[in-house]
């Protein structure tokens, strides 16, 4: 969990999950709630998704994150197939920070499309865009 809450500092600054809030969300997994790793020796990754009972049809991918020295390796793609892996049949929605253009084009390449904006939703007012995946068939 320190791991997590470490490579969390490193990849989102102020924006970062407290270690109190990681372990809160650990506590927290249950159907529900999936938390994906990606450990090559260490934690180099991770993604947290809400995913909510059958009957509801969307899911939240929470956060994601890939070292910035595994970045281009592949591992955001594996975590991205892997959390759309269970989300079949369900819409997907998250939020990015719009400066953040390597993240953007990692979720349009999975397929996300913007849907809509949060005008200064992030410290310093940088805009937060809203994307939404829905499973083709």
Known sequence: MAAIAEL????????????????????????????????EGAVVGYAVLLVPPVEEDVVELLRIAVAPAERRTGIGGQLMTAALARCAGRTVLLEVAAGNESAIGLYGGFGFDEISRRRGYYAGGEDAVIMRWRETA
Do not use: N, P, Y
């Open 8 to 39: 969390d500092e490193m990849c989102f600054g102020r924006e970062a999950w407290s270690a109190a809030a990681w372990e809160h969300e650990f506590e927290r997994v249950t159907e529900d709630r999936v938390v994906l790793v990606a450990d």
